[in-house]
C-alpha cells in the first residue's frame, strides 16, 4: 500500500513562495507518475500539476503555468511543487497523488488510486 505525506504549507503573504514536498512509503515511487491537486472551501479538488515518472513530462492547469514547478527526486521518494508569485486564489488545500506502474501523469482525479492527507496553504493579501 503506498502512503503519501505532504507537508511544506502555511500561511503566506501573495507575492511570497512556498515549496510543498510529497514524501512516499510502501511503493516503487520511482515508477508512479505523480500529481498535485488542491481543494478550495466550497470547491471541488482540482488538478495542479502533473510529472511522469521519467521527469520527461509534466502538466500545469492555466491558473497556475509560469508560477508553479512540480519535480521529483527518486532516489529521495519525494515530488516536489515550488510555488511562486501566490496569490489569495491559490489558498487550498493541496494533496499529492500517486499513480501506478510506468505512468505519465493525468489531469484526472480518477487516474490517481492513492492519495495523501493534504496540506493547508493559506496566501494572505
Known amino acids: 500500500q503506498v502512503q503519501l505525506v505532504e507537508s511544506g504549507g502555511g500561511l503566506v503573504q501573495t507575492g511570497g513562495s512556498l515549496r510543498l514536498s510529497c514524501a512516499a512509503s510502501?511503493?516503487?515511487?520511482?515508477?508512479?507518475?505523480m500529481g498535485w491537486f488542491r481543494q478550495a472551501p466550497g470547491k471541488e479538488r482540482g488538478f495542479v500539476a502533473g510529472v511522469s515518472w521519467r521527469s520527461d513530462s509534466t502538466g500545469y492547469a492555466d491558473s497556475v503555468k509560469g508560477r508553479f514547478t512540480i519535480s521529483r527526486d527518486n532516489a529521495k521518494n519525494t515530488v516536489y511543487l515550488q510555488m511562486n508569485n501566490l496569490k489569495p486564489e491559490d489558498t487550498a488545500v493541496y494533496y499529492c497523488?500517486?499513480?501506478?506502474?510506468?505512468?505519465?501523469?493525468?489531469?484526472?482525479?480518477?487516474?490517481?488510486?492513492?492519495w495523501g492527507q493534504g496540506t493547508q496553504v493559506t496566501v494572505s493579501s
Open positions: 510502501g511503493g516503487t515511487f520511482s515508477t508512479y507518475g
Open positions: 497523488a500517486a499513480r501506478r506502474f510506468g505512468s505519465t501523469w493525468s489531469s484526472s482525479l480518477a487516474a490517481y488510486p492513492y
